[in-house]
């Protein structure tokens, strides 16, 4: 599976930004996906994971309340809608499909999107 992170940019503190993962060759619909992002420096971390039907979601303590994953299987897309962003929030973005039973076993790791919050 091939997923293409899309929307990364120069994003202000307290402002908005919304990522996008996409397939161009698998559904995404079959599977439980995840957003993960990794800062400088720093190893990468969960962000938020959503089921193959969107009924179960799950945030990490960081983003939870500011952050919004949420799935569209006949668009065959993933998105993540940032709010009220912080400087922390500075990091690139990966999206990842759920490939074991694991709480964080994933793989398929798209190219990333990066992130950068300015003051």
């Known amino acids: 599976v091939q997923l293409q992170a899309s929307g990364g940019r120069l994003g202000a503190a307290w402002g908005s930004l919304r990522l996008s993962c996409t397939s161009s060759?698998?559904?995404?619909?079959?599977?439980?996906m995840g957003w993960f992002r990794q800062a400088p420096g720093k190893e990468r971390e969960f962000v938020a994971a959503?089921?193959?039907?969107?009924?179960?979601?799950y945030y990490a303590a960081p983003v939870k309340g500011r952050f919004t994953i949420a799935r569209d299987n006949a668009k065959n897309t993933v998105d993540l809608q940032m709010n009220s962003l912080k400087l922390e929030d500075t990091a690139v973005y990966y999206c990842?499909?759920?490939?074991?039973?694991?709480?964080?076993?994933?793989?398929?790791w798209g190219q990333g999107t990066l992130v950068t919050v300015s003051s």
């Open positions: 990842a499909v759920k490939i074991g039973a694991g709480t964080y076993e994933y793989g398929h």
């Open positions: 959503i089921s193959w039907n969107g009924g179960d979601i």
């Open positions: 060759g698998h559904f995404l619909g079959s599977w439980a």
